[in-house]
C-alpha cells in the first residue's frame, strides 16, 4: 500500500501568517493532487502538478512537487480566514486509483 | 449541470439494517467512485467503476456493494450495517483523461 503522510495534522494560526504545509511518500507518484475540504461538503481539487520540481501558484498559494515526485508542498503566504479547512493531498501511483493522504486541518483565527 | 449528487443527505441505521447510498452525476463521467472518511482520517477507497457494467474494489470493500447499470448512476449498497460503518461517504467522478474528481455533498451514516 502506497501511503501519503501529511504534517502537521492540525495548524492554528493568525490571520496574516504564512503557512507550510508537507505531504511525504517513499513512493514515487506520476502526479499529486490537493484538495481543500470545508466542513459539511466534499473536497475540492486546487491543483495538479506533474512534473518531479514542478512549481504552482494559485494567488497566494505555491504548491511545489519534489524532484524525485515523492513529496510535495502547499505553502500560504498572509492567510486569511477563508483559507480554514482541510488539505488533502493525493497521489496517482500510476493507473490506479488516487491514494489519499489523512489531511492537514487549518485554522486562520482572524 | 447539478454534477455530483448524493442522497440521502443524513441517515441513522440500526445494527443489522441494510440501505442504499444513492449518487448521480449528469458530466457523463466514465470514472465513479465512493470513498468513506472517518474523523482525523483521509478518503479511503470503497468501490470505482471506469463505465457502465465495470465495478472494482479498492482498499475497504469489505460490507459493502455496488453496481453500474448505467453512466449517471453509482449506487452503494450496505447490506448488514455495522457501528464501523458509521462515518461519512463521498461519491466522485471523473472524465476520462481527465484530473479533476468531482466529490458530491457526502452522506453522514450513524450505525447504532
Known amino acids: 500500500t502506497q501511503l501519503l503522510e501529511q504534517s502537521p495534522q492540525f495548524l492554528s494560526i493568525q490571520e496574516g501568517e504564512n503557512l507550510t504545509v508537507y505531504c511525504n511518500s517513499s513512493?514515487?507518484?506520476?502526479?499529486l493532487q490537493w484538495y481543500r475540504q470545508e466542513p459539511g461538503e466534499g473536497p475540492v481539487l486546487l491543483v495538479t502538478?506533474?512534473?518531479?520540481?514542478e512549481v504552482k501558484k494559485l494567488k497566494r498559494l505555491t504548491f511545489q512537487f519534489g524532484d524525485a515526485r515523492k513529496d510535495s508542498s502547499l505553502h500560504i503566504t498572509a492567510a486569511q480566514p477563508g483559507d480554514t479547512g482541510l488539505y488533502l493531498c493525493a497521489g496517482a501511483p500510476g493507473n490506479t486509483p488516487l491514494v489519499f493522504g489523512k489531511g492537514t486541518r487549518l485554522s486562520v483565527i482572524a | 449541470n447539478a454534477g455530483v449528487t448524493q442522497t440521502p443527505k443524513f441517515r441513522i441505521l440500526k445494527i443489522g439494517q441494510s440501505m442504499t447510498l444513492q449518487c448521480t452525476q449528469d458530466m457523463n463521467h466514465n470514472y465513479m467512485y465512493w470513498y468513506r472518511q472517518d474523523p482525523g482520517m483521509g478518503l479511503k477507497l470503497i468501490y470505482y467503476?471506469?463505465?457502465?457494467?465495470?465495478?472494482d474494489k479498492g482498499e475497504v470493500p469489505n460490507g459493502y456493494n455496488v453496481s453500474r447499470s448505467t453512466t449517471e448512476d453509482f449506487p452503494l449498497r450496505l447490506e448488514l450495517a455495522a457501528p464501523s460503518q458509521t462515518s461519512v461517504y463521498f461519491c466522485a467522478s471523473l472524465r476520462q483523461g481527465g484530473d479533476r474528481q468531482f466529490f458530491g455533498p457526502g452522506t453522514r451514516l450513524t450505525v447504532l
Open positions: 502538478v506533474v512534473t518531479g520540481g
Open positions: 513512493s514515487v507518484f506520476s502526479s
Open positions: 467503476s471506469v463505465g457502465a457494467g465495470i465495478t
